[in-house]
Each structure stands twice: as structure tokens, then as C-alpha cells.
T-cell receptor
Framework: SQQGEEDPQALSIQEGENATMNCSYK?????LQWYRQNSGRGLVHLIL?????REKHSGRLRVTLDTSKKSSSLLITASRAADTASYFC????????????FGTGTRLQVTL | GAVVSQHPSRVICKSGTSVKIECRSL??????MFWYRQFPKQSLMLMAT?????????EQGVEKDKFLINHASLTLSTLTVTSAHPEDSSFYIC????????????FGSGTQLSVL
């Protein structure tokens, strides 16, 4: 299976703290994407990083990619209670999003 | 942004009945849609790729006669779970790519299917 592994599986932090979640994958990629899923809802695209990029920022989000280690991390800075959700990495091996492979997900709980 | 509308959001049915789930692209044309299945606290598993005007491409292990996919127009794809059984109970999500929006996917809000 090409499914990526994410860790931690669950993360509980207090509002204002930073949250870091990691994703590892098995085969070479064209790009890696991060999605957020609120409980019982669909997924929302957060950020995409290409295989030739090492770091990318979007607001409070910072994504890194290490293709030599086949891993990526998502950092959410100054977390808020509204950030509570599950976060999934998804690898695109073809560059066409024709078959994204989703990781196992990290459930983030941000408490007040 | 692009909107993918999925209905119903929740359905409860008796074992042996068929259930149809609709996925519509509201403000764009989707030549390709994807159907995923998700078990509680688990990842999304791609079931099939739905192509407008042609047969769907199913992933290995997915029964095409069990999960019928129809993509008759550029804005609508449907997934029919035929003769549903309790083990089919799951969260089903559709998604689509938007031409010009890059490689990211836009997702519907999902359908929670419970088969009694």
C-alpha cells in the first residue's frame, strides 16, 4: 500500500501553542498536499508543496518537505480552538491529482 | 472557490435496499470525480474514479456491481450502493478537480450511510 503514515495519531494542545504533525510516504511524489476535515464533513484543501520545494507558508501554516526522507510536516502556529479537526496529508504521484493517496490522519484537539 | 454539493448528508436504510448518493459540481464542470470511503477515525480510501460519459474506473477490491457509479453529465456523478448490508455502513465522500485550479481536490460534505 502506498498509504502514508501520519504521526501523531492524536494531538491535544492548548490554544496559543503550536501544533506539528508529520507525514511519511513510500514512493516518489510529484506533490504533497495537506487537507483538513472537521468531524463528519468533507475535506478542505490547505496547502500544496511540490517535490522541488522544501518549505511553504500560508498564513499560520508552514509545510516542509524532505524528499530524501520521504516525509513532510505541517506546523500550525498560535493554534485556536477552531483549528480542532483531523488533518490529512495526501500524496500525488502523477501530478494530475488523478489518484491522491491519503495518510492516516492526525486528530488535533485545541482546548481553551 | 469551487463548490461540490453532496446529498444526502445522512441516510439510514434497511438491509437489502439500494441507496443513491449524488455529487454535484455547482459552479464548474467536472469531467472527473472521485469517490472515497472512510471508516471512523480512519483515512480515505479511493473507491473509484468517475469519468463523464464513460465507465468508472474502480480500485482493486471494490465491487463494481455493488457500487454503481454513473457520471452522465459534467455536473453530476452518482454512487448507488446496491443491496446494502450493514458492512456497507460508512462515510462516503466525493471530490472533483477543477480545471485551472491546479492539482488540489474539492470535496463534497460527505454522506453517512447506516444500514440496519
Amino acid at each position: 500500500s502506498q498509504q502514508g503514515e501520519e504521526d501523531p495519531q492524536a494531538l491535544s494542545i492548548q490554544e496559543g501553542e503550536n501544533a506539528t504533525m508529520n507525514c511519511s510516504y513510500k514512493t516518489s511524489i510529484n506533490n504533497l498536499q495537506w487537507y483538513r476535515q472537521n468531524s463528519g464533513r468533507g475535506l478542505v484543501h490547505l496547502i500544496l508543496i511540490r517535490s522541488n520545494e522544501r518549505e511553504k507558508h500560508s498564513g499560520r501554516l508552514r509545510v516542509t518537505l524532505d524528499t530524501s526522507k520521504k516525509s513532510s510536516s505541517l506546523l500550525i502556529t498560535a493554534s485556536r480552538a477552531a483549528d480542532t479537526a483531523s488533518y490529512f496529508c495526501a500524496t500525488d504521484h502523477t501530478g494530475t491529482a488523478s489518484k491522491l493517496t491519503f495518510g492516516t490522519g492526525t486528530r488535533l484537539q485545541v482546548t481553551l | 472557490g469551487a463548490v461540490v454539493s453532496q446529498h444526502p448528508s445522512r441516510v439510514i436504510c434497511k438491509s437489502g435496499t439500494s441507496v443513491k448518493i449524488e455529487c454535484r459540481s455547482l459552479d464548474f464542470q467536472a469531467t472527473t470525480m472521485f469517490w472515497y470511503r472512510q471508516f471512523p477515525k480512519q483515512s480515505l480510501m479511493l473507491m473509484a474514479t468517475s469519468n463523464e460519459g464513460s465507465k468508472a474506473t474502480y480500485e482493486q477490491g471494490v465491487e463494481k456491481d455493488k457500487f454503481l457509479i454513473n457520471h452522465a453529465s459534467l455536473t453530476l456523478s452518482t454512487l448507488t450502493v446496491t443491496s446494502a448490508h450493514p458492512e456497507d455502513s460508512s462515510f462516503y465522500i466525493c471530490s472533483a478537480r477543477v480545471s485551472g485550479a491546479g492539482e488540489k481536490l474539492f470535496f463534497g460534505s460527505g454522506t453517512q450511510l447506516s444500514v440496519l
